[in-house]
Nanobody, 124 residues
């Protein structure tokens, strides 16, 4: 059974930074493609960033390019999302997801395993 757990959310002011962490256990972590998704109130869950199993390929939503960085540590079963220059529109519940996709995927249906989410609130 695969378990995905996020941490690191919180309340931050505009322009601040947060780092989200995610640990996935239950299978060989290095074989997972990983993604971070965000869901704002009343909106769909959309990809923020994604990374291939090797870490060699990454994807970023246009809205976060240049501000967010996704990385992974396969030895520690961890994936991270460094978020800088945060804006109020970054507010939402952030979900970490693991999937068997080859390469990097921005589509939720490519991820079979999801965490419970962590709230990020950016105040103006």
């Amino acid at each position: 059974q695969v378990r995905v757990v996020e941490s690191g959310g919180g309340l931050v002011q505009t322009g601040g930074s947060l780092r989200l962490s995610c640990v996935a256990s239950g299978r060989t972590f290095s074989r997972f493609a990983m993604g971070w998704f965000r869901q704002a109130p009343g909106k769909e869950r959309d990809v923020v960033a994604a990374i291939s199993w090797s870490g060699g390929s990454t994807y970023y939503a246009d809205s976060v390019k240049g501000r967010f960085t996704i990385s992974r540590d396969n030895a520690g079963n961890m994936v991270y999302l460094q978020m800088n220059s945060l804006k109020p529109e970054d507010t939402g519940v952030y979900y970490c997801a693991a999937g068997d996709a080859y390469g990097v995927s921005r589509f939720p249906h490519d991820y079979a395993y999801w965490g419970q989410g962590t709230q990020v609130t950016v105040s103006s």
